[in-house]
């Protein structure tokens, strides 16, 4: 177990709505990173924040956001939410330091009907 | 642009072979290189992390290597089991920016027969 916890772990929400995951890094870690991973691909970056600031982003449109707070628990917020959102969405902390390793939680499954 | 293939995209064994899954990825401009698993449905569980100027590392049954000039790594799998059948993911983190995202392969789903 990685100590990276996520929440919910599963959702269903109707297309247009809004949505907010959550997750709580590990201790000592100050950079959480999210992805969205659909059935049978490869994840995708969405975002990284580094001690509370976006620091660098995918190729997602700015209905995805974030925020990173004190503790270095982070939210991934979706507006307007599409059924192509459906996926699962992976948050990673990392301690300080360029070559540091990526702890992953157990993955949000979000579905969009 | 940084891009990672792995190969195969599928792999079915009998128990106990020993085997191997390649990475490949375009840009040696890497930090290092992480190989994870992931059960269905499931999150990421980190295997093995190679660090950019590492060339192998090893964790019980489990060696990576690494060679970043020409873009590979390969990980190997001595004895299978059944409890490997998993997809088996790597992810090269990248250099360029302040950001250290990690870029994915598809991923080999592998599948150990008793």
């Known amino acids: 177990e990685t100590g990276v916890t996520q929440s919910p772990t599963h959702l269903i929400k109707t297309r247009g709505q809004q949505v907010t995951l959550r997750c709580s890094s590990q201790?000592?870690?100050?950079?959480v990173s999210w992805y969205q991973q659909a059935l049978g691909q490869g994840p995708q970056f969405i975002f990284q924040?580094?001690?509370?600031?976006?620091?660098g982003r995918g190729n997602f449109p700015p209905r995805f956001s974030g925020l990173q707070f004190p503790n270095y628990s982070s939210e991934l917020n979706v507006n307007a939410l599409e059924l192509d959102d459906s996926a699962l969405y992976l948050c990673?902390?990392?301690?300080?330091?360029?070559?540091?390793?990526?702890?992953f939680g157990q993955g949000t499954r979000l579905t969009v009907v | 642009k940084q891009e990672v293939t792995q190969i195969p995209a599928a792999l079915s064994v009998p128990e106990g072979e020993n085997l191997v899954l390649n990475c490949s990825f375009t840009?040696?401009?890497?930090?290092?290189l992480q190989w994870f698993r992931q059960d269905p449905g499931k999150g990421l569980t980190s295997l093995l992390l190679?660090?950019?100027s590492q060339r192998e590392q090893t964790s019980g049954r489990l060696n990576a290597s690494l060679d970043k000039s020409s873009g590979r790594s390969t990980l190997y799998i001595a004895a299978s089991q059944p409890g490997d059948s998993a997809t088996y993911l790597c992810?090269?983190?990248?250099?360029?920016?302040?950001?250290?995202?990690?870029?994915w392969g598809l991923g080999t789903s592998l599948a150990v027969n008793p």
């Open positions: 990673a902390s990392s301690p300080p330091g360029v070559y540091t390793e990526a702890f």
């Open positions: 201790s000592g870690h100050n950079t």
């Open positions: 924040y580094y001690r509370e600031e976006e620091n």
């Open positions: 840009d040696s401009a890497i930090y290092n």
């Open positions: 190679i660090q950019s």
């Open positions: 992810a090269v983190s990248s250099s360029a920016g302040n950001n250290r995202k990690l870029i």
